[in-house]
């Protein structure tokens, strides 16, 4: 099993931004010398409680920094970027990472953004399908480009030169193409079946019970029966791995937690555009109630470095065989605890995790209450 880390990130509205930007930098240079394989950074421009605005640009700062983590866009928002910009921007950077890059992309889920782009009316769905592939004819084509759609016509037809080498877009470094992943809050069969069969991996997001993860093993599975392509099914959940029992309750389930303010920011916006059934075990059931202190023990994988190795084995042998557990990003409210939190997950804990898959072993601990 690989490890990966994935960040909104969420900070608090007062935390200094500067702050909050070299703490997100820190968390991925950290992962890199812990053993993380890929870190994926998320996108908002409209959250006063995710300030990163440009996944692209944040990589940028990062290329330079690491020499071996996969770095990925967790996601770029098609419909709100021309297709252009997304191709030409992240062929450049994948050049500058020899290749390291990850095509993170997903339609856009907060409003607010949506609106702000001017995309509020229209069929975002559409436009993401639109544009990923306008994005991949782009790399696949050759000069002069002349690509028809409903949202976004490119053409350099009248202009393409080639004595004067103009009219032409940048191609990846990574040939065929990059990897390309999707973020997943979705329990429609068909909708993972349906990206899988398209050779792109999924993210399953870390507000999913596993009752939602279990449709998530079953579509691709069942893409995968005539396909032998290699998929990475990846799986994010928030971690704290700390020897001290006291220490893990206190630092994660207090109301004054990192990870408290995660999900309770997160839940208010689905309150708020009636979509709680995401993080319902039984998305169709009216009935159920969401209570955040359950959720929190629910979705939050805690405790000593046997105790989370067990937890995660587990969860695989629940839910389906994943390739990746993807360590969720939280504000470092005490940067000690969380990097050694990190630390201690990059090596112990997946030491013993894939010392137990190695020999056939799907728990290694009993897991304490």
């Not at 999707?182 to 999913?208: D, E, M, P, Q, V």
């Not at 998929?231 to 389930?253: G, M, P, T």
Request: contains cysteine; glycine residues 6%; aromatic residues 8%.
């Amino acid at each position: 099993m690989h490890l990966g880390y994935f960040t909104f990130p969420v900070h608090p509205k007062k935390k200094s931004l500067k702050v909050c930007y070299k703490e997100d930098q820190d968390a991925i240079l950290l992962g890199e010398l812990n053993g993380f394989n890929e870190a994926f950074v998320g996108e908002h421009c409209t959250d006063e409680y995710e300030r990163i605005t440009s996944s692209l640009l944040f990589i940028a700062t990062l290329v330079d920094k690491t020499s071996k983590i996969r770095l990925g866009t967790g996601t770029i928002n098609l419909p709100n970027t021309h297709p252009v910009a997304v191709a030409n921007n992240f062929a450049m950077i994948d050049h500058m990472s020899h290749g390291r890059l990850i095509l993170g992309i997903g339609p856009g889920s907060l409003v607010s953004d949506t609106e702000a782009y001017g995309n509020l009316e229209k069929n975002r769905p559409e436009m993401f399908l639109e544009s990923i592939d306008q994005i991949l004819k782009i790399w696949k084509k050759k000069p002069p480009y002349n690509i028809k759609g409903k949202y976004w016509n490119i053409t350099t037809k009248k202009t393409y030169d080639k004595n004067i080498s103009i009219g032409s877009f940048l191609q990846p470094h990574q040939k065929p193409r990059p990897e390309i992943v999707c973020t997943s809050l979705s329990r429609n069969l068909n909708s993972i079946t349906g990206l899988t069969k398209k050779g792109w991996n999924l993210i399953s997001s870390n507000f999913l019970h596993n009752e939602s993860l279990k449709y998530h093993f079953e579509g691709i599975n069942k893409a995968r029966l005539n396909d032998k392509k290699k998929l990475n099914w990846r799986i994010a959940r928030k971690i704290f791995v700390n020897d001290s029992k006291k220490k893990v309750d206190d630092y994660v389930f207090s109301h004054n937690s990192p990870y408290y303010l995660t999900i309770a920011q997160v839940l208010k916006k689905l309150k708020k555009y009636n979509r709680l059934d995401v993080v319902k075990k039984n998305p169709l059931d009216k009935k159920e109630k969401i209570c955040i202190d359950k959720l929190m023990k629910d979705l939050i994988i805690c405790g000593d470095t046997k105790v989370v190795a067990d937890k995660i084995l587990s969860l695989r042998q629940e839910v389906g065989s994943f390739n990746t557990i993807s360590y969720v990003g939280i504000d470092w409210k005490d940067p000690y605890l969380a990097k050694n939190s990190m630390r201690l997950m990059g090596t112990k804990v997946m030491e013993l995790i894939n010392k137990n898959i190695q020999n056939g072993i799907e728990r290694s601990v009993n897991i304490y209450k």
